[in-house]
């Protein structure tokens, strides 16, 4: 073999073994860049989980931030009109009164009750013959009663459920959220204080002495009918005094004596003619001096007084959460009236000015009402105005609709469905 043929060979086998090596580099580098593309993908995938995270969040945090902040606006915002959603003429309505009853409205007359929806559709009717008939609500449970006469209804959202004529004047009344009723009856020769079923039978009677127990100002129920708070106005020699006494007809009270008499409280020197069960534990007691609050589980314990540090109240409120009163302003103060609302601890909430007309004010779940002669004002519990109007007719009440932003308004001549914008 010649020199030459031999060096071609080895040639050859080096080219063989450079393309060997080629191939090899070739396919490492294949692999590798098949590894890599799937490495790549992978972060992508990756990244694209966090960022669906991160935005998610970020969506979430904006909304919470756009929640807190329409909940701040809706706390303080003032509506000044209003759309009519539905008005029905209501002639001779001068006469009547009209209350909140299980979302919709109760309507008592001398000649009847009747119970509206929130359309102003009357899904019941029911007459009767009253002097001066005065009614309460608690929860699905209404009563109307003739004050210095004998009659007494009671009804539910469905309508009639009992009737009696008693053998005494009613002096005054007040009904539980089952339909237990409490009354006031004027004697010849004393007060009763008798508790009825919603059947109208007779559960409890106490007959109060003038001179030992005094006259009975006002009595209130606990929604379970089991409480009863009575503010008696009782002359001890020269001297006028309140006494404050705490009922119970559960087993409590049987347990204790036979008047059922928990405890009681004398004031001296001061009248307490409103005394309300604002929850069924909580009682406040509305003075010309002050307002006193008690708790009463199963027995009355003073939770706090406030003062009302001279102040002549010209109407009082209440809620499950807030008692207040309604005062005449100081001379100079720029205002008529104040308004002052207190927590059911007793601090103070608000004070509001307010310089319209006044006929009567009451509280509703979170917010109070002012209606006098064709001026309405809603205030929040925090101090703001929610609404501000004075109509072209004179207001016989105002009362909220089952919508929280919808009222119904009764006039002389017609009942407007209104919501608020």
């Keep these: 073999m010649s020199v030459m043929s031999l060096f071609n060979k080895n040639r050859k086998k080096e080219n063989y073994k450079h393309e060997e090596k080629d191939e090899s580099v070739k396919a490492l580098y294949d692999e590798c860049a098949d590894d890599s593309v799937d490495n790549v993908i992978e972060v992508k995938r990756t990244m694209g989980k966090r960022g669906r995270v991160i935005v998610a969040v970020a969506v979430a945090v904006i909304a919470v931030g756009l929640s807190i902040s329409y909940i701040r606006y809706s706390a303080v915002k003032t509506y000044d009109g209003f759309d009519v959603v539905k008005s029905v003429e209501t002639s001779g309505d001068n006469i009547a009164d009209y209350f909140v009853f299980a979302g919709n409205v109760l309507k008592v007359t001398k000649d009847g ?3 509206i929806d929130e359309t102003g559709t009357v899904k019941w009717d029911v007459s009767y013959a009253m002097k001066m008939p005065k009614a309460e609500v608690c929860g699905d449970y209404a009563i109307v009663a003739d004050m210095n006469g004998k009659d007494v209804y009671i009804f539910t959202t469905g309508g009639e459920v009992s009737r009696q004529t008693l053998s005494y004047d009613i002096a005054n009344v007040d009904i539980a959220q089952q339909g237990v009723y409490c009354l006031v009856l004027i004697g010849e020769d004393g007060s009763y204080i008798s508790e009825y079923d919603k059947d109208s039978k007779k559960i409890y009677e106490k007959k109060a002495s003038i001179d030992k127990d005094g006259y009975p100002l006002d009595i209130d129920i606990s929604n379970d009918g089991v409480k009863l708070i009575v503010s008696y106005l009782r002359v001890n020699g020269v001297k006028t005094e309140t006494v404050l006494a705490a009922y119970n007809f559960g087993s409590v009270g049987q347990n204790k004596n036979a008047d059922r008499l ?13 005394v309300k069960f604002i929850d069924n534990d909580t009682i406040a007691c509305f003075g010309d001096k002050d307002i006193r609050l008690y708790t009463m589980v199963e027995e ?16 009082v409120f209440y809620n499950s959460t807030c008692v207040g009163y309604i005062a005449l302003a100081d001379p100079g103060s720029g205002s008529k009236y104040k308004i002052y609302t207190y927590g059911s601890n007793g601090s103070q909430k608000s004070v509001v000015s307010y310089s319209d007309s006044y006929d009567k004010i009451y509280a509703a779940q979170d917010e109070i009402i002012v209606v006098g002669d064709m001026d309405c004002s809603i205030f929040r519990l925090n101090g703001s105005t929610k609404f501000k109007y004075s109509f072209s007719k004179k207001l016989v009440n105002v009362v909220p609709d089952a919508n929280k932003e919808e009222y119904v308004v009764i006039s002389e001549s017609e009942t407007q469905i209104i919501a608020l914008k």
């Excluded at 928990?262 to 409103?274: G, H, K, N, R, W």
């Excluded at 009355?300 to 109407?315: H, N």
């Design 262 to 274: 928990m405890d009681s409280y004398t004031i001296e020197d001061s009248l307490y003619p409103t």
């Design 113 to 115: 009750a009747s119970y």
């Design 300 to 315: 009355p314990k003073e939770k706090t007084v406030i003062d009302l540090e001279g102040r002549e109240m010209q109407g």
